[in-house]
């Protein structure tokens, strides 16, 4: 069985080396949707809880929300890198508050104290979804991630391998230490 959830995105970005239209610096609404397999867990009588596979999701994927992400070898990055520095926001300011971890990855590294990540490739719909399977793959039990971002889609299948031991009151992944992060219970 599967559970969904939905995350929205807005960000900015460009097509570097692209011709048309794309190559420029544009403003996207995204909708990603995350697609968990497991077996249903009978004390809660689902497979897992969509308001937790959002929030796991969320604490990394907020990093591209309001964001503004570029290739790596894209000549604009130094020049925004610089302005941000100028204007003593490269570091992050007290209101800068809805980001994620940093992290660092083949695909991606996220700064979120200046609302940038910078990826390996042209971030396309197919792009974004290997960058979250990646970031999410040992979190979550994806079987499928769909991603639309204005009249673009791609949607990819995973097969699923993880064993997240969950919380039979409450259906969320049970902490490192054999307790429940919501609800306390100890596994005997």
């Not at 190559?23 to 077996?39: K, P, R």
């Not at 309001?66 to 890198?81: F, Q």
């Amino acid at each position: 069985m599967r559970s969904i959830t939905r995350l929205d995105l807005q960000y900015a970005h460009r097509f570097y080396g692209f011709q048309g239209e794309a190559q420029y610096l544009h403003g996207h609404t995204g909708v990603l949707t995350i697609e968990v397999e497991d077996s249903v867990e009978p004390g809660v009588n689902m497979v897992f809880p969509c308001n937790e596979i959002q929030k796991t999701a969320w604490d990394v994927l907020k990093n591209f929300d309001h964001a503004l992400i570029l290739r790596e070898d894209d000549p604009l990055l130094p020049a925004i890198l610089d302005v941000y520095e100028k204007q003593g926001i490269k570091n992050g300011t007290a209101r800068n508050t809805m980001k994620g971890p940093a992290f660092k990855t083949d695909l991606a590294v996220a700064y979120p104290d200046c609302r940038v990540v910078v990826t390996k490739e042209t971030l396309t719909v197919e792009g974004m979804i290997k960058i979250v399977y990646d970031l999410l793959k040992d979190k979550l039990n994806i079987a499928k991630i769909t991603f639309t971002s204005g009249v673009n889609a791609g949607s990819a299948e995973f097969e699923t391998k993880n064993r997240i031991d969950r919380c039979p009151l409450c259906g969320v992944a049970m902490g490192k230490d054999g307790i429940c992060p919501k609800c306390g219970y100890r596994k005997h």
